[in-house]
């Protein structure tokens, strides 16, 4: 649906690519819940880390659809990198994309689209997830220059060894008890920036999560992205293009867990026949496949909706609720065909079963999908 040439061809390089190059060690990283460096560079040597970014400022200047295939075809062998790609060009850039002055894009994009450097989105704090209004970071501005206190957690992509800065909302002022927020650019050598990796995941355990701590870190006035006052705007806006990038996730590893449960019932044998001829199983496979194809017709019908400016935000919501809960329970149908083969490690379902359960709280839990949603409805019912 509303595909091009480059549309196949991204979705037949980004296959062949996960399939040689991710898919042999993809259980060996998560056991040993490690980052690959190596990886993630091969991953840039395609392109993968500006595929939306313009083609002056160093990226490949491929559409939306272009980089939800990417991801789809990457979350189908493997979500952790996956993880690393969407964060990075979905959270991390993107808000560079639309929001940076020129100066920025043009300082920070080139080196951000070839898998050499990595950019984090910090929004999440200890006490503020699902009420993004409950940040606590302060930059206060002094001499010339943001001062920033604070910390974020649950970032991923940001305590790489080739993470050179992360996208910062804090509290610039707070008036009669309303806060003002305000996004930096900040680059990871500044002073007083310090981060800690996140281990013992049970799922994405070969992305980079981390926390970060911000003391008395000087900002530049010129690393203001966006005006003072548009945080909310700006990461409200990314995390609308995020939930896009989720509901891909959710289609990729769907799609993985789908074939790798077609196969399996294709050679697993029971009662003499192969367990696909039976119908328990047959139409399991049946009722897989259809949630697949409908969540992928509506991800991409956004995507054009997105690519053509309209209005897009609602839909995006109810794609990453449906999305998130359709891979729960494609993945879940899946582990019940693999039988007790699917509770082991080294089969490939174990592991997705495991990597699915993140996407019904990032970017936004099912339940604040559904608050998102319904007051779509109820505004329009009113109107």
């Known amino acids: 649906m509303y595909q091009k040439e480059e549309h196949h061809f991204i979705r037949e390089t980004v296959r062949k690519f996960a399939e040689r190059e991710i898919r042999p060690v993809a259980r060996e990283l998560d056991e040993k819940g490690e980052f690959s460096v190596e990886?993630?560079?091969?991953?840039?040597?395609?392109?993968?880390?500006?595929?939306?970014?313009?083609?002056?400022?160093?990226?490949?200047?491929?559409?939306?659809?272009?980089?939800?295939?990417?991801?789809?075809?990457?979350?189908?062998?493997?979500s952790s990198q996956a993880a690393t790609i969407m964060a990075h060009n979905s959270l991390g850039i993107g808000p560079i994309i639309h929001f940076g002055t020129e100066e920025q894009k043009r300082k920070y994009l080139p080196k951000l689209s070839t898998g050499e450097a990595l950019w984090a989105f910090g929004l999440t704090e200890p006490d503020a997830g699902s009420d993004s209004r409950a940040t606590k970071t302060k930059a206060v501005?002094?001499?010339?220059?943001?001062?920033?206190?604070?910390?974020?957690?649950?970032?991923?992509?940001?305590?790489?060894?080739?993470?050179?800065?992360?996208?910062?909302?804090?509290?610039?002022?707070?008036?009669?008890?309303?806060?003002?927020?305000?996004?930096?650019?900040?680059?990871?050598?500044?002073?007083?920036?310090?981060?800690?990796?996140?281990?013992?995941?049970?799922?994405w355990r070969a992305s980079d999560t981390a926390e970060l701590f911000f003391n008395d870190c000087c900002i530049p006035q010129e690393n203001m992205l966006g005006k003072r006052g548009e945080g909310s705007k700006i990461m409200l806006n990314t995390l609308d293009s995020g939930r896009l990038s989720i509901s891909a996730m959710a289609i990729g590893l769907a799609q993985g867990a789908y074939e790798l449960a077609l196969d399996y019932a294709k050679e697993r044998k029971q009662f003499g026949r192969p367990i696909a001829d039976f119908q328990a199983i047959s139409f399991k496979l049946a009722d897989m496949a259809t949630k697949i194809e409908i969540a992928r017709t509506f991800l991409y019908h956004i995507s054009w909706?997105?690519?053509?400016?309209?209005?897009?935000?609602?839909?995006?919501?109810?794609?990453?609720?449906?999305?998130?809960?359709?891979?729960?329970?494609?993945?879940?149908?899946?582990?019940?065909?693999?039988?007790?083969?699917?509770?082991?490690?080294?089969?490939?379902?174990?592991?997705?079963?495991?990597?699915?359960?993140?996407?019904?709280?990032?970017?936004?839990t099912s339940e604040i999908q559904r608050l998102v949603i319904s007051r779509y409805i109820l505004k329009d019912e009113n109107k």
């Open 39 to 78: 990886l993630t560079k091969k991953m840039g040597e395609i392109g993968l880390f500006g595929i939306r970014v313009p083609v002056e400022y160093g990226g490949q200047g491929m559409d939306n659809l272009a980089y939800l295939i990417a991801i789809e075809e990457l979350a189908r062998v493997d």
């Open 141 to 203: 501005f002094m001499d010339g220059h943001w001062v920033l206190n604070g910390s974020k957690t649950f970032i991923t992509n940001g305590a790489s060894s080739i993470n050179i800065g992360a996208t910062i909302q804090s509290v610039t002022d707070i008036d009669q008890g309303v806060k003002e927020f305000t996004t930096f650019l900040l680059d990871a050598d500044t002073k007083g920036f310090t981060r800690k990796p996140i281990h013992g995941k049970m799922m």
């Open 305 to 364: 909706l997105r690519t053509n400016g309209k209005p897009f935000a609602k839909q995006a919501a109810m794609s990453k609720l449906y999305c998130s809960e359709m891979a729960k329970e494609v993945a879940d149908e899946a582990v019940q065909i693999f039988g007790g083969y699917g509770l082991m490690k080294e089969y490939d379902i174990e592991r997705m079963y495991r990597d699915v359960r993140i996407l019904q709280i990032g970017e936004g």
